[in-house]
């Protein structure tokens, strides 16, 4: 796949990510991509869209919700202005996250994590009227979970803004995931910088972004939209459906078999 190039350089307020481990091996502290941030001294974030990829497991969601702590962000969700708990279910992680930024700040901040939005849509609603207002003057929980969340980014989602998605697909329909990435292009152009943790090559097809793949081993490296693991597997699975239904659904008669999909062995983690 091509991309048209960029026709300005977007922001980069973040610009690197470090982090420290202390002496233990209790989670998400025995997470091979926290050993790797910590040995190899962190990872650069570039300007634009970032979206980091790999298996459930692999720590990019917990990544993600320690960068935000780390902003100074909710960890269920939200602006730095959103204070409310529902169940402390953060890792420690974002107390030994450092983010080391640029030379400007972002207008605003955003987390948006696709399991607690019902909890954003609920303190939205408690803080009153102004802040349904900057939401486009909608309840949350007046529209399905995938509208209102399109609904926040159009609205919410402002100029010179830093944003942090987990799993945003988990609210969206296909065609939901295409709006969201015609959102996000035009929140770029708008000098934003986002980072997104997804497993939905639709997102990933953004032209521009970066995506970062995190490996069993905890490394983590730049592919191609056609090298990302979740576009390979969709075209695999879409192009001979049959092949992989009879691994997952009759595995006891394949036993041995030599011509095992690929990507097969994810399913049964």
């Known amino acids: 796949m091509t991309y048209p190039p960029r026709s300005s350089a977007p922001a980069r307020f973040l610009r690197r990510i470090r982090a420290t481990s202390p002496d233990t091996d209790r989670y998400p502290f025995d997470l091979p991509i926290v050993r790797h941030l910590t040995r190899a001294g962190g990872i650069e974030i570039p300007a634009g869209v970032t979206f980091l990829v790999g298996e459930n497991g692999s720590g990019k969601s917990t990544l993600?919700?320690?960068?935000?702590?780390?902003?100074?962000?909710?960890?269920?969700?939200?602006?730095?202005?959103?204070?409310?708990?529902?169940?402390?279910?953060?890792?420690?992680?974002?107390?030994?996250?450092?983010?080391?930024?640029?030379?400007?700040?972002?207008?605003?901040?955003?987390?948006?994590?696709?399991?607690?939005?019902?909890?954003?849509?609920?303190?939205?609603?408690?803080?009153?009227?102004?802040?349904?207002?900057a939401m486009g003057g909608v309840s949350p929980h007046a529209r399905s979970h995938g509208e209102s969340f399109v609904d926040l980014m159009r609205?919410?989602?402002?100029?010179?803004?830093?944003?942090?998605?987990?799993?945003?697909?988990?609210?969206?329909?296909?065609?939901?995931?295409?709006?969201?990435?015609?959102?996000?292009?035009?929140?770029?152009?708008?000098?934003?910088?986002?980072?997104?943790?997804?497993?939905?090559?639709?997102l990933l097809a953004l032209p521009g972004a970066t995506i970062l793949e995190i490996r069993e081993t905890g490394e983590i490296s730049e592919v191609t939209y056609d090298e990302a693991m979740p576009v390979r597997l969709t075209r695999s699975f879409l192009a001979d459906p049959d092949r992989y239904l009879r691994y997952l659904t009759e595995p006891e008669q394949h036993e041995g078999a030599q011509d095992i999909p690929p990507g097969r062995a994810t399913f049964g983690r």
């Open 155 to 202: 609205h919410r989602f402002l100029a010179n803004g830093l944003y942090l998605l987990d799993e945003p697909e988990s609210a969206l329909s296909p065609q939901g995931c295409m709006a969201v990435l015609a959102r996000l292009a035009e929140l770029v152009r708008q000098n934003c910088q986002i980072l997104v943790a997804t497993h939905s090559p639709i």
């Open 64 to 133: 993600v919700e320690a960068v935000a702590v780390a902003a100074g962000l909710n960890a269920e969700g939200g602006s730095q202005n959103f204070r409310f708990a529902t169940r402390a279910t953060e890792s420690k992680l974002g107390e030994h996250l450092t983010l080391a930024w640029g030379i400007s700040k972002p207008r605003t901040r955003f987390f948006v994590r696709a399991e607690s939005y019902y909890n954003v849509a609920t303190e939205t609603e408690r803080l009153g009227p102004e802040q349904l207002r």
